[in-house]
């Protein structure tokens, strides 16, 4: 017969029993949520792994064709540099045209034939044949200085920026005869540079409100988005070959690299380079470099693309002459076919050339003894053209083989 101290073991071990049971349960379950977690974890792992093998396959394929695009200029630069020879600008005398009035900026089509220049509130037009000018028509659009001039060159068209705070994109009638295609409106100050990209289908301008506009072609010409980056001035504005690109120095002292999305095909400003003095004007040379003149100094400072973090970084400085007082008009200029980098410092004029190993050596400087000058290259380098205070005339230079 079972005693009293039978029956509450017997319960104990049953109530023991029982814990045991459900401890192995939970330990189950315990495994169970375990096993699930880590094949959860497992899971997002290999998702993890997939991302990063894409970013990483797609950062290959970004960097080969960056390096693709670095091959194909260095091929296009070391093919045209072969064929350069030792050369100077010699001054044609014979034909330089007096003229007292103030120019602004000068800016020659794309297969030389027409010149045009800013002159006070006007635009004067000239024909421009082997070295000749020939004055045929003075367009009377602006209401202030005209300041900047930019030709096409996929379309017989140009383009004006002015004080009078407008931007005016000309074209030629059929009689030949240039005429007010469009007017742009957007800007709440002095239009002070144009940049037009490769495609010709984008234009930005930069002034004295600090902002950046960018204007898309549509049918017509349409202002696409407005960047406020500077809290001073915009002096200059250049695209890179890529077109994807834009950089501006401004009165703040400080250099936007501002990029296109692929996306939303927005741009953004992806840096902010700040410098110790001003920029006045600056020019992408490739994807890869850009050089900036600052104000005042007689130097020139070159900016090249780090390797690793796709930041544009202060290479070197490149000793000139001029300097000391400067205005932000005549923008410099790479002309590719012949490795020739123009740029104004003060009261210089100096032509570089890009040497086989990408350094820049200073060829040619011209001392005008006056910082108020006003020029631009034909496309081709075969011509120098500029407007000084001092002398007062449009001056023309012929490119020499020495």
Known sequence: MQTQEDKV??????EVQEC??????????????????????????????????????QQI??????????????????????????????L?????????QYCNA??????????????????????????????????CEHNSNVITLNFMKRQDQFISGSSDHS???????????????????????????????????????GGNDNAIIFWQK?????????IIGHKQCVFGLSFNEQKNRLISCGQDCLILVIEQSEQNKQWIIIQTIESETCGVRLKFIDDDTFTLNPWGEEEMYIFQMNSVNKEYMYKKVIKGKGGYSDSPQFP????????????????????????????????????????????????????????????????????QEQ
């Not at 073991?9 to 049953?14: A, E, F, G, N, S």
């Not at 495994?31 to 990063?52: A, C, G, Y």
């Open 61 to 90: 394929q970004e960097n080969d064709s960056h390096n693709q695009q670095l091959t194909n200029q260095q091929t296009t630069f070391m093919s045209t540099h072969s064929n350069i020879k030792p050369f100077t600008y010699q």
């Open 92 to 100: 044609m005398k014979q034909y330089s045209i007096k003229q007292d």
């Open 167 to 205: 931007i005016i994109i000309w074209a030629r009638n059929q009689n030949n005869s240039w005429f007010c295609y469009q007017k742009l409106l957007g800007h709440k100050s002095y239009i002070q540079c144009l940049a037009l990209n490769n495609n010709e289908d984008i234009i930005a301008s």
């Open 20 to 57: 045991i049971q459900i401890q192995q349960l939970a330990a189950e379950d315990s495994v169970m949520n375990i096993d699930s977690k880590l094949e959860k974890k497992q899971h997002q792992n290999q998702i993890q792994e997939q991302e990063t093998q894409q970013k990483q396959e």
């Open 106 to 139: 000068i800016a020659v089509n794309y297969d030389c034939t027409i010149l045009v220049a800013g002159c006070g509130q006007y635009i004067k037009v000239f024909e421009f044949n082997q070295a000749m000018l020939k004055q045929d028509q003075i367009l």
């Open 9 to 14: 073991k017997q319960d104990q071990l049953i």
């Open 218 to 226: 549509q049918n017509q010409w349409l202002c696409s988005q407005t």
């Open 332 to 399: 410099q200029q790479y002309i590719k076919s012949k490795c020739i980098l123009l740029n104004k410092n003060g009261s210089n004029v100096s032509i570089l050339r890009r040497q086989q190993n990408g350094e820049f050596t200073i060829e040619q400087s011209i001392e005008f003894q006056t910082h108020y000058i006003f020029g631009c290259m034909t496309d081709d380098g075969q011509y120098l053209i500029t407007w000084d205070f001092k002398s007062k005339e449009y001056q023309i230079r012929k490119y």
